[in-house]
Each structure stands twice: as structure tokens, then as C-alpha cells.
């Protein structure tokens, strides 16, 4: 696995837990409720918008490997070496 990949991974999981720690009120209790809210909703949707980027790229780079691979059978088979 690509180490951007594995980065991805776990900045989207820090940004998940704390937005829902902050929007449960687990931290930053001295803020106002809802400022808490607003930025605990902001942090969870970016972790998992950045999650669904991840899977996105794993599979674009799954594509693009079978596509290469395709290309090189083709060639293999015309016989442009």
C-alpha cells in the first residue's frame, strides 16, 4: 500500500473521532454549543469526504494497473514488442 494512501487513512480517522467528539461535547467544552456543533459536523464530513477519496484513488489505481496490463497483453498478442 502507497504510504499517501496510508496518511490518508489516518488523518481521515483523527478527523472523524474528533468531530464526533467534539459534536458529542466530549471536548472543547468551554466553546459554546454551537460553535461545537458547526465545527464537530465540519471535521466529520471532511474525515469522511477524505475517506471516500481514499477509496476512490485505490480503485483508480486498481483500474489503471488492469488497464496497463490489458495494454500489454495487446501488444504481446499484435506483436509490438
Same mark, same amino acid.
Given at each position: 500500500?502507497? *504510504? ?7 488523518? *481521515? /480517522?483523527? %478527523? #472523524?473521532?474528533? /468531530?464526533? %467528539?467534539?459534536? *458529542? /461535547?466530549?471536548? $472543547?467544552?468551554?466553546?459554546?454549543? @454551537?460553535?461545537? #456543533?458547526? $465545527?464537530?459536523?465540519? #471535521?466529520?464530513? $471532511?474525515?469522511? $469526504? ?6 476512490? +484513488?485505490? +480503485?483508480?489505481?486498481? %483500474? ?7 495494454? @500489454?497483453?495487446?501488444? +504481446? %498478442?499484435? /506483436?509490438? @514488442?
Amino acid at each position: 500500500m502507497n *504510504s499517501n494512501i496510508i496518511i490518508n487513512f489516518f488523518t *481521515s /480517522g483523527v %478527523l #472523524l473521532v474528533i /468531530g464526533i %467528539l467534539m459534536t *458529542s /461535547g466530549f471536548i $472543547f467544552k468551554q466553546a459554546s454549543q @454551537s460553535n461545537r #456543533l458547526v $465545527f464537530g459536523i465540519v #471535521l466529520t464530513a $471532511f474525515g469522511i $469526504f477524505r475517506l471516500i477519496t481514499v477509496f476512490a +484513488k485505490i +480503485k483508480q489505481q486498481k %483500474l489503471d494497473a488492469r488497464r496497463e496490463k490489458m495494454q @500489454s497483453e495487446k501488444e +504481446k %498478442l499484435l /506483436g509490438r @514488442s
